[in-house]
């Protein structure tokens, strides 16, 4: 929750923001407990009102794993979907209950398999190397398996997060099922819970999700021939949000009927009962929660070409606008009322002409020490944060009620030596 205060200074959570600024260094990441937390319970509450059957959201980790996050995510009520044996040991970490971490992947290492196994995890099999492995591993203990399939659907989003069509390296390929479920029905120490399928992420429209239901409760019916008895099926995550004012995403509830809808449709008139229904948003639930506060630094006047503003930050807190060409919006924390009276580029302080965080955005008069904040960077910043240029990563602080706590430490320059070592040869010669 954004206000705007006495000072005419942006307040995220009730914190002044240059104030936090002052507190914590920048760049920041402020993230809005009250935010995240409203966003969890619009799912949870969209599936109790659209699904009759029962229903689990799960928090798409990979948006942003650490501790605090996960640990909010439980206290919500939401499983974990993880990617990574990191991932799954900071869910662990946080007490997230074993029963409700789901392991994403498309190659998973065994070492990885095993942690999973022996705290009970469900593992979302990807592909026959998997499947086999876990076969064998899994020894006498009875390991919780769903199978990931790839549904064949299209969506318009960017090509790099797509992945529902076939064409993609993620998943069984559906003509492959029936493989797939012969070999699991003989598998004694597998038990094949659920099916899974994911589109893509940023998506916009509301059909593909809405064909995908018909498509998963058709395999659902093919399972059962092979007495496989699949009582989850997990619709993945993907809904997009607003980054931009040309941004237009359906509301969560809205998300939730359309795919809820077609799988209830879909189960009557096959005569199928309704399965516990999953789905595993990562971007919607986090992404609007936070904001970046950076302190600007050097300006260069390109005469009537652009004017570039940098931050202290850039492409390796927020690689986003370098990596798929996202766009974002920012304000500057310290003059809310001031008009937008100049057109600007934000540059990011890394060696790399593309290091470019927006481009033309009409905002302010800016000068150096001015707080700028780039809105909604929850989803794919902290988690996709790189150490380039051997910038340590920023901290990150929790907001709510005028009260904020540090949820993850910057790093220091001692961090960035840590696996440092130096051979006793090349020590001699320092
Ligand atoms: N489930 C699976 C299997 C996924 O692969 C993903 C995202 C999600 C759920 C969550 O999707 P969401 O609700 O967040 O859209 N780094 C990119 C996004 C990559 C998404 C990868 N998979 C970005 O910054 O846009």
Redesign the pocket.
Known sequence: TATVNEQDDLAIGGCDVTTLVEQFGSPLYILDEDTLRTNCRLYREALQEYYPGSSQV?Y?S??WSCLAVCAIAKSEGLGI?V?SGGELYTALQAGVSPDKIYF?GNNKSKAELELAIANECTI?VDNWLEIETLAQISGTKTTKVML?VTPGIECHT?E??R?GHLDSK?GFDPNQLDAVFSFVSQQPNLNCLGL?A?I????FERQPHQDLGPVMVDWLGKASSYGLEISELNI?????ICYTQADDPPSIQEWVKGAATAVVNACQSQGISLPKLLC??????I?SACVTAYTVGSTKVVPEIRTYIAVDGGMSDN??PI??Q?QYRALIANKMSAPHSETVTIAGKHCESGDILIKDIQLPQIVAGDTLVVMATG???Y??ASNYNRLPRPAAVLVKNGEANLILQRETYTDLLRQDLLPQRLNEVR
């Open positions: 799960l798409a990979k948006a979907d990617v994403h979302v990931r960017h790099y997060i992945t993620f899974h994911h893509g992420s940023q998506i993945g995550g993907g809904l997009g595993e948003p990562g971007r919607s639930l992404g690689p986003r990596t798929y996202s989803a794919y910043n988690s996709m």
